[in-house]
């Protein structure tokens, strides 16, 4: 049987799934409505208000006026799903997220769409990699980062069925298929999607794939790494950190954010408070440049080479 990998499998546009979800929910629940800061073309929501004209509120660029409007209309019993380019969602309204949305823990569900570097020849002002860091600060914030189609839909699901706060990141650079459809989204649980005892990989959105063809090729060398994917990066899967410290060698963190304050910021966290272990941490350590999405991930060691590289070191040399 010929084995093929991750990396070869078909791409999917994560918004794709957004849009056809969120039509999905509103066709069954009247009180979900989309609010949006002229970013109805980027979201690719010309369906939903095609479908639901009276259910989508467009405020221009506004993006405090957004939150601001999105947060009154929970308070009249809607669910509203803010849809606007995470750089500028959580940048210009952190302010209105924070006193609006999770002080007030408000059920408002806050979609950062085209996150990470996917903006990336627009450079640093597009790029939103810090954006996990700011929200995971605040209080009452759930946060999810999907790693592809699949995870999308069902974290979306699970969110307009939930109440109070949460952001997803919806992620416009293509990405294989992770899960099987039935897969289905259990907040503050991370997924062992390959096993292994010697190194173990953590990861999750558009880096996961790159993580499973990491551990591939370690594969090949006789390293046997464990891939978890974190879709939830708050509240954190604490008990799977604990066991991959104590069960291999290392943990190496890979993710497209900033370095410090997310996903590895979260992991690293709990290590030290429960296991020290070795932890090699992989994200934007600086104002990432001007260039394609894809130069930049490899730029910075979040390739299947570059994540393959970090985690032969923590296993032979320990560093």
Known sequence: MVHTSIADQPRYDCRDAYVETLAELAEADHRIVGVVNDSVGSSKLNSFRKAFPDRLI???IAEQDMVGVASGLANGGRIP???A?????TGRALEQIKAD???SNTNVKLCGMSPGVAYGELGPTHHS?????WLRAIANMRIIVPADPIETAAALRWAAASDG???IRVSRMSVPKVYAEDYEFELGKAITVRDGSDVTLISNGTVLWRALAAAERLAEEGISARVLSMPTVKPLDTDAVVAAARETAGIVTAEEAVSGGGLGGAVAETVVQHHP????????PEFAPTGS??????RYGLSPEGIADAARKLVTTGT
């Open 58 to 60: 467009n405020v221009g």
């Open 129 to 133: 990699v810090e954006d996990i860091a």
């Open 277 to 284: 272990a070795r932890v090699s941490i992989l994200g934007f």
């Open 81 to 83: 799903f803010v849809s």
């Open 101 to 103: 949305v999770a002080y």
């Open 85 to 89: 380019a995470s750089c500028f969602l």
């Open 165 to 167: 706060p949460v952001f």
């Open 293 to 298: 999405a894809g130069y930049l991930l490899n």
